[in-house]
């Protein structure tokens, strides 16, 4: 919803397309530097620790948006808040789903997540244009505040949430990046494999010899 309704909302205000796209550009930024942050505060604190005071914070932000769009530093500070502080909802909702759902319902379960999730995706334009139409892009940009706390509160209060912790492992603050670059990179299958098959991934030794492939295939296409 926030890249329809802070554009709309600065545009309603007057602001020129230069400035839209540098609040929207701030909001991503910071959306993209808070997500791992937070993602890891949430490994280390627990999800109720950190959505509950997420959603305050990035409700302040929008909120902050919707009454001065017409200011351009409480603009760009609401925005780099909204984004930085978007709670980080649907990771936290998937790693409930082995404390929730049977064994044999897992799979299900996470399709009825990605539905939802879609749905969200869908509604979300429909909600903004009916606000827009009703009043003004600024009760979108409500609305879009006291829907992130509704939606945070019901998650954040429940039990397997409250209860949830992340599983003990090593970590570092580069995370994936310390891998070699090859290593993330997968080799192209040069035919398709049935799923019983034993692997003939270059990785892995080969059926016929039980040793590994003398080259490794490049990472380049």
């Known amino acids: 919803m926030a890249a329809l309704t802070i554009p709309l909302a600065l545009r309603r205000a007057g602001a020129s397309y230069g400035f ?3 609040a929207a550009g701030t909001f991503a930024i910071a959306a993209a530097i808070g997500a791992p942050l937070l993602g890891r505060a949430v490994d280390r604190w627990g999800q109720a620790r ?3 005071p997420t959603a305050v914070m990035a409700a302040a ?3 902050t948006v919707a009454l001065a769009p017409s200011h351009k530093l409480p603009v760009l500070v609401g925005t780099a808040l909204a984004g930085a502080m978007t709670p980080p909802l649907e990771p936290c909702l998937r790693v409930l789903w082995p404390d929730i759902a049977p064994q044999d319902r897992l799979e299900s379960a996470y399709a009825l997540d990605s539905i939802a999730q879609e ?5 979300g334009p429909l909600v903004v244009t009916a606000c827009v139409a009703a009043r003004s892009p600024t009760l979108a940009l409500l609305a879009q505040a006291l829907l992130g706390l509704l939606g945070v509160i019901v998650v954040a209060t429940a039990a397997p949430s409250r209860h949830w912790k992340a599983s003990p492992h090593a970590s570092h603050w580069l995370g994936p990046l310390r891998s070699p670059p090859w290593s993330l990179c997968s080799p192209p299958s040069p035919e398709p494999v049935l799923r019983s098959a034993p692997s003939t991934s270059w990785w892995s030794p080969t059926p016929s010899t039980g040793q590994r492939p003398a080259e490794r295939p490049s990472c380049s296409p």
Request: glycine share 14%; charged share 0%.
């Open 119 to 123: 749905f969200v995706f869908v509604a």
């Open 50 to 52: 950190v959505l509950a």
């Open 20 to 22: 839209v796209g540098t």
């Open 61 to 63: 932000g929008f909120i």
